[in-house]
C-alpha cells in the first residue's frame, strides 16, 4: 500500500463548478499536510498548508483534513479556467518536514 | 514570498555528458534543500537531502556518484548528473526551506530543469 493515494484523474468541470480533489494516507504518524499546484514543466507551489483535524479557508480554496479516517480533501469554489493544473497533495511527519510524501497528483482541467 | 529559483530550465546534450544545475533562494537563506525526480504523470520522488556545508543524504536507490550534490553556500545548492545517460532523462526539481521560519514549515520548489540526453 502506498503511504499517500492521490486519484490522478483526469477530471474535467465546466467553470464556476466546485471542485473536490482527495487524497488518503497509510500512517497515522502523519501530522502536517500541504495541497500543492503544478502548472505544465512549472514546479510544484503550495497553496494550503495545514496541521490539524477541520477546515483552512483561503479564498476560493479550502483544505480540509480527517485525521480520524486519514483522508484529505481540497475544495475549490467557482473554479476557473485557470485552476486548471495538477494538485499534489503532500504529507510529514511533521518535526523536521525532511521526509515529505507526494500523492500522484489530480490533473484538472476546468472548461470556460 | 519565498523564491527558489532552478537554472537552466532546459537541458538537451549527448550521452555522456555531465550536466550540473543549480539551485538558489532568492529571498532567504536555506539551510536545506531538496532534490527531486519526476516522470511525467508521476508524482515527485525525493533524490536527496542536501545540507548545507555538510553531505547530502541520499534515498535509497539513488547513486551517490552518479548524482552529485554540492551545498555550498545558505542559498546554493547544485545537482550535477555525471556522464548522463538516456535513462536519466527526466524533470528534476529543487526545493528549499526557509531557515528562519524553523523546522515545521512547507517546502518551497524551483521551477524544475527538463533533462533530455539523446
Known amino acids: 500500500q502506498k503511504e499517500v493515494e492521490q486519484d490522478p484523474g483526469p477530471l474535467s468541470v465546466p467553470e464556476g463548478a466546485i471542485v473536490s480533489l482527495n487524497c488518503t494516507y497509510s500512517n497515522s504518524a502523519f501530522q502536517y499536510f500541504m495541497w500543492y499546484r503544478q502548472y505544465s514543466r512549472k514546479g510544484p507551489e503550495l497553496l494550503m498548508y495545514t496541521y490539524s483535524s477541520g477546515n483552512k479557508e483561503d479564498g476560493r480554496f479550502t483544505a480540509q483534513v480527517d485525521k480520524s479516517s486519514k483522508y484529505i480533501s481540497l475544495f475549490i469554489r467557482d473554479s476557473q479556467p485557470s485552476d486548471s493544473a495538477t494538485y499534489l497533495c503532500?504529507?510529514?511527519?511533521?518535526?523536521?518536514?525532511?521526509?515529505?510524501?507526494f500523492g500522484a497528483g489530480t490533473r484538472l482541467t476546468v472548461k470556460p | 514570498g519565498a523564491v527558489v529559483s532552478q537554472h537552466p530550465s532546459r537541458v538537451i546534450c549527448k550521452s555522456g555528458t555531465s550536466v550540473k544545475i543549480e539551485c538558489r533562494s532568492l529571498?532567504?537563506?536555506?539551510?536545506?534543500m531538496f532534490w527531486y525526480r519526476q516522470f511525467p504523470k508521476q508524482s515527485l520522488m525525493l533524490m536527496a537531502t542536501s545540507n548545507e556545508g555538510s553531505k547530502a543524504t541520499y534515498e535509497q536507490g539513488v547513486e551517490k556518484d552518479k548524482f552529485l550534490i554540492n551545498h555550498a553556500s545558505l542559498t546554493l545548492s547544485t545537482l550535477t548528473v555525471t556522464s548522463a545517460h538516456p535513462e536519466d532523462s527526466s524533470f528534476y526539481i529543487c526545493?528549499?526551506?526557509?531557515?528562519?521560519?524553523?523546522?515545521?514549515?512547507?517546502?518551497?520548489f524551483g521551477d524544475g530543469t527538463r533533462l533530455s540526453i539523446l
Open positions: 529571498d532567504f537563506q536555506a539551510t536545506t
Open positions: 526545493s528549499a526551506r526557509d531557515r528562519s521560519s524553523g523546522s515545521n514549515q512547507p517546502q518551497h
Open positions: 503532500a504529507i510529514t511527519l511533521g518535526y523536521n518536514n525532511n521526509d515529505m510524501r
